[in-house]
């Protein structure tokens, strides 16, 4: 069974750094993309960015580009979103997907991680 | 970067009823375009891929359509566990960033 498993709800404070992760199991970890995708309190699905873990070929959207750094340790199966510096604009869900090719849809997600920015 | 609109934004529907979502491009996207339902407090399931192919374990009730610009998603009879929210995706933009709509939710009437 295709599972991804992502770490646990975050409470931060702004300027702190923070990375969560994501672990595959069920497939060939290598041979799929892992995309990020945000969706903000009671809003739509916004796309982050994605990585090949079989190289670490890694994609960002324009707007979030130099804002977050998606990582991947193929020896544990895990992709990994984090940032350096925390806003409060960043407290939102954060959903890792599966996705075969660049050019297919994300068929396997994980539960979300939701990160709370506060002081 | 390409605009998704999705239209309404809540649709109203009682059970056994008819659903038709819209989707719609601000520029050519071919064929790929993909639905997803979100519940709350769920992640978002692929329901509809390549416009109008099924994911795996989708029901026949669910069915997508168009091309181009313009996209539908159809529910021929609304059962209770479909009321959610539907987004669509356009992928078709590689190396660039994906897109999404906004969200049509789809409640009871």
Known sequence: EVQLVQSGAEVKKPGESLKISC???G???TNYWIGWVRQMPGEGLEWIGIIYPGDSD??????FQGQ????VDRSISTAYLQWSSLKASDTAMYYCARQETPEDPNDYWGRGTLVTVSS | EIVMTQSPATLSVSPGERATLSCRASQRISSYL?????KPGQAPRLLIYGTSTRATDIPGRFSG??????????ISSLQSEDFAVYFC?????WPSTWTFGQGT???IK
Not at chain 1, 58 to 63: D, I, K, M, Q
Not at chain 1, 68 to 71: K, N, P
Not at chain 2, 65 to 74: A, D, I, Q, R, V
Not at chain 2, 89 to 93: D, G, L, P, R, S
């Open chain 1, 68 to 71: 977050v750094t998606i990582s």
């Open chain 2, 89 to 93: 995706q356009q992928y078709h933009t």
């Open chain 1, 27 to 29: 497939y060939i970890f």
């Open chain 1, 23 to 25: 672990k595959g199991s």
């Open chain 2, 34 to 38: 993909a639905w997803y339902q979100q």
């Open chain 2, 105 to 107: 939710k789809v409640e």
């Open chain 1, 58 to 63: 890694t994609r960002y959207s324009p707007s």
């Open chain 2, 65 to 74: 359509s168009g091309s181009g610009t313009e996209f539908t998603l159809t």
